[in-house]
């Protein structure tokens, strides 16, 4: 009988950080408690979810947090009499869904839920609910979101007054919209209303039924999903609509369609061409992917001798030609209608440049600028780019010297996680949904190349 079992360990934490977080999240919403208390009126189990009353959170999310950690009990019991082997791995992974469908698509349904009987700028993000499912009503009326405002739209009641500089920029970029209409007009023409976490769920769903088909271990699959299903902060993120797990999906789609036993780089450079026509994060990985699916024409120095450079173009042309099609056919229509505002809305804002940026936010380095200083408040331009390229491009070149003795998608990953980090620290501001993301991109990196990166 095992004595010790890591998963079990790693799942324990896991699940309460998510419930404390959840439950710190719960004391911004002020009206919750009465909200659900109306949501369940008319429900048939009605006087059992009054007995959950608690003065610190609703019954639902109560009913919520005590079956997740029923569960969990169920799992730690079967990894020390069993592990994972014959039928315990199935029972662990399937008790490892269930506590995800409870903590994060069952509070995603509810807060979907509330939202609808409220207003629609509650129980939601700004930006990847409210402000995108703007957009996609402008994207049916022919109107271009880059140069439209929101000023007279939901958006306008999110937000402190003073940093709602996003009601006249939209900072993301045209698949989040585009993809999302049909599921908008779908939704509306069956049920009458819409909400762009609809969009959002199925595809946090899919992504975790692909984590688990690109590690071989038992255990490293379930490490795999509890990592990526319950990481505490894009966990967080999926409940209220935050962006991220979107971009996520499509990373993760490409990340597979590589990892398969017979790789399909065309459509895996395609999917990653989408996650560039989602939002800027994904560019970065572009020179850590061409970099590996180069490896076997580019050799282990940092520059290839100039008679291999026609061989390069020419695989690279064969293997990566859908990338910067998928995401041009998507973003150049927008930027020819009118290249200013896509690059005053996408680039300029969050610089914090014109009448209207972006405020120095976050958890980065942003915040020393304040401390001494050297801007008089959080509106005021500073040039973050020149500490980025200061530091950013020798550690490119390091990162890209590492990739090149161990390239695999593992240390691709790693790579570009550890440059987005870097690239947010210096950045004018570093959301804690950022970092959410690194992590599942740190947690798959690692798991996929367990060995190499224990080596390193």
Known sequence: MPKKSLDSL??????????????????VLPDRIADVQRLIAGWRWHTFFQRLDHPQTDPVTMLLWVS????????????????SRGWAFGFKLITLYAIIALLVVGKTGLLIALRHQ?????YSHDGGVIQTETTIEYFFSGKNPYVED??????????????????????YLPLMFVFSAPFFALAHSAIGWFDERMVYLPLFVLMLALVPLMVRDKR????????????????????FGVSDPFVLFWLVLAVWLLAKRRPQPLWASAALGLACAAKPTAWFLVPFWLLYLLK?????????PVSRWGALAKTALRRTWSLPVAALALLLPYFLWNPF??????????????????????????????????VADRFEYFPFIVPQIIVG???????????LKENSLGVMLWGYAIFLFVFFYFSRFMQPNYLGFLGSVFALGYLLDETVMRET
Do not use: C
Not at 68 to 83: E, H, I, N, Q, T
Not at 347 to 353: D, E, L, N
């Open 10 to 27: 790693l799942l324990f934490f896991l699940v309460i950080a998510k419930i404390e977080i959840d439950s710190l999240a719960d004391n």
């Open 150 to 171: 929101y000023v007279n739209t939901p958006m306008a009641q999110w937000g402190i007054n003073e940093y709602r500089t996003a009601l006249y920029h939209y900072p």
């Open 341 to 374: 505002a896509m690059y005053d809305d996408v680039w300029r804002w969050s610089a914090g440049q014109g009448e209207t940026g972006y405020q120095i936010w976050g958890w980065g380095a942003s915040n020393l600028v304040l401390a001494f200083g050297w």
């Open 393 to 403: 491009v020798p550690l490119l070149v390091w990162l890209f010297r590492r990739q």
């Open 68 to 83: 997740a950690f029923g569960l969990l009990g169920l799992y730690v019991l079967v990894s020390l009499w069993k592990g």
């Open 118 to 122: 409220s207003v629609p700028w509650s």
């Open 296 to 304: 076997d024409v580019w050799g282990a120095r940092l520059v290839p």
């Open 220 to 239: 490293e699959k379930l490490l795999a999903v509890m990592l990526i299903g319950l990481n505490p902060i894009m966990a967080e993120d999926v409940i």
